[in-house]
């Protein structure tokens, strides 16, 4: 379970960012950064855990409490299908993370990165490798942009339906990958992924 003493030891407002969406054949990749303005606000604690642990639901009980929860501040980025296939998903993972601890009400004092790399921000990071199991503004991070996500893919489902993304988000599944193979790509899916690489050569 996360923790809040990495945000507790470096003291001021301290960002947790995180992302979600570097491994699917479909859709944008989504980044989150959450800060606790004055700690960890009461009965929230329980709720957060690396997004990848919890279930749907109890992914989108935890994010709307944190949109509730007094003292929370959430910025959100997002890199496209298109950005993705220029810089690659590393780079286009990090713009993300850039872009939502812009969209923050302020900047933060330290931003703690999930990952081993960290983005180019205005102010000081420090990576965690593992952050969404281990610290708690990270692991908010995690279901914001997870939930976020979720969200757009299933958004994106009924307009491009027969993909499957409503329930797999993007991601290479056995059904999404028949699709591709059945119905053709979108241009939603990233083409240098996978099986989308065939499509691509010529």
Known sequence: MPDFRLEAAAGGRVAGVDEAGRGPLAGPVLAAAVVFRAGMPRGLAALIDD??????????????????????????????????????????????????????????????????????????????????????????????????????????AVRFPGYGWEANAGYPTPGHQ??????GPTRHHRMGFGLLRDFASP
């Open 51 to 156: 997004s990848k642990a919890l279930s749907r639901v109890a992914r989108e009980a935890a994010f709307a409490r944190l949109l509730r929860a007094k003292g929370v501040e959430i910025g959100v980025g997002a890199a496209s299908v298109a950005e993705i296939e220029t810089l690659n998903i590393l780079a286009a993972s990090l713009l993300a993370m850039r872009r939502a601890v812009s969209r923050l009400p302020a900047p933060p004092d330290l931003a703690l990165i999930d990952g081993p790399i960290t983005p180019e921000l205005p102010c000081p990071t420090r990576p965690v490798v593992g952050g969404d199991a281990r610290c708690f503004s990270i692991a908010a991070a995690s279901i914001v942009a997870k939930v976020l996500r979720d969200r757009a893919m299933t958004r994106l």
């Open 178 to 183: 028949e699709a591709i193979l059945r119905l």
